[in-house]
């Protein structure tokens, strides 16, 4: 298969639109939903991507083959009509799971990956893990079988300030669990401090991390400007400007151990705007806009291919996508809403104005043509 580079096509008048063409990506993390909530996002995924890795956190949550099989039939029978997308099925790590289950369910593609969570740390944790030494028999199975382990990585121990949690994970847990199974393929999600990226950088190849289009783009400061803002609170939460600075340039380095996910994850307005409201940020809609715009900004739209379609694929050892999506540098304004589940959800960036305006795909043909 040839291989394309992205292309900048500059229009004659320089203050002109360009168009960027990329190879197109996959999301490496989103939370698709069930029921209604599923059928109002999933198309937001799946005009983007060509396929993602779904996480488990159902209630209750994803524990089995049948389970994890029953649920990308939903996701399928929820898709647009024409809309090619491939969900990448995971399990919830709990403190019994079966390594029978997760072997069977690895080997026939039901699951892609491992799904741990710390017990309590985040939506639907409630069943996750209560001490990674419960699993290692698991983690053993996991190193043979060369299946990856998706961390979300952060302590739930409520006596640690929630700003250190994800470092505290670092030296806590994650430092112990690579010495022990130093084969073992980790995917270190959603990652949000300079920590992180040390980390990960400092560590084999066969650890990697996602990240996602709001910790690139807001500081913690975000969370509280004018008055609190439960659209921008998410888990693990927004770090310091340092942190956001460090993961802008991991993220656009070329290291092809950072690469794209989203941790789209979706609540119905009321579950946000609430005394109480629920952790996570709905940014299907805007994500390769949101993305174009921090590598723009970064001087680095020549790296967004290989970080949104490239560097996700090799980690997991899947081939690239075939087809390519078009972006253009023209202002798009976000909507405020969309219809959700009898109610709405707030988009991350809702009624902003971003630099970039994603096209949609196009075939093959057309892209061999502009090369
Ligand atoms: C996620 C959710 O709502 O399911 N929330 C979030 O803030 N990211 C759970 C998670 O990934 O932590
Ligand atoms: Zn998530």
């Known amino acids: 298969m040839p291989t394309f580079e992205p292309e900048l096509v500059a229009e004659s008048r320089r203050d002109a639109p360009q168009t960027l063409v990329i190879r197109q990506p996959d999301d490496w993390h989103v939370h698709l ?43 399928l029978a929820a898709l647009a009509p024409g809309l090619a997308f491939s969900p990448l099925m995971t399990v919830y790590l709990t403190d019994s799971i079966n390594r029978g289950e997760i072997e069977r369910g690895f080997a026939s593609g039901a699951f892609t990956a491992v799904k741990l969570y710390p ?32 961390l979300h990585g952060e302590v739930a121990d409520q006596h640690v300030d929630i700003f250190d949690r994800e470092a505290v994970f670092i030296d806590r847990v994650l430092t112990k669990v690579i010495s ?72 656009t380095s070329g290291n092809p151990k950072f690469f794209l996910g989203t941790d789209s994850a ?9 005394a109480c409201g629920c952790a996570g940020i709905f940014n299907a809609p805007v994500a390769l806009e949101a993305y174009a715009t921090v590598f723009d900004e970064e001087g680095a739209l020549e790296r967004l291919e290989a970080f949104a379609a490239e560097h996700g694929p090799s980690f997991y ?55």
């Open 180 to 251: 022990d199974f130093p084969a073992l393929k980790i995917v270190f999600e959603h990652i949000t401090t300079e920590d992180a990226v040390c980390f990960v950088e400092s560590t084999g190849p066969h650890v990697g991390a996602t990240i996602t289009p709001h910790h690139l783009m807001i500081n913690r400061n975000a969370m509280f400007e004018g008055g609190i803002r439960p659209h921008l609170y998410c888990l693990p939460v927004a770090k310091r400007e340092r942190h956001r600075l460090a993961l802008r340039r991991a993220a």
């Open 266 to 274: 979706p609540h119905a307005v009321g579950n946000k705007e609430s």
């Open 33 to 75: 939903r069930d029921g209604a909530m599923l059928s109002a996002v999933v198309n937001e995924t799946a005009r983007q991507f060509a396929r993602a890795i779904v996480m488990p956190n159902l209630d209750p949550p994803v524990t089995t083959v049948v389970a994890a099989e029953a649920y990308r039939a939903r996701i």
């Open 317 to 371: 050892g899947m081939p690239l996508n075939a087809g390519s999506i078009v972006l253009e540098r023209t202002p798009w304004q976000v909507p405020s809403t969309f219809a959700a589940a009898g109610s709405h959800v707030v988009p991350f960036q809702a009624g902003a104005t971003l630099d970039w305006t994603y096209k949609g795909r196009i075939d093959d043909t057309k892209r061999g043509r502009r090369d």
């Open 119 to 150: 017990a309590h740390a985040t939506t639907n944790a409630a069943q996750g893990v209560t001490d990674v030494r419960r699993i290692y028999p698991v983690l053993e199975r996991m190193q043979r079988l060369g299946m990856p382990l998706l």
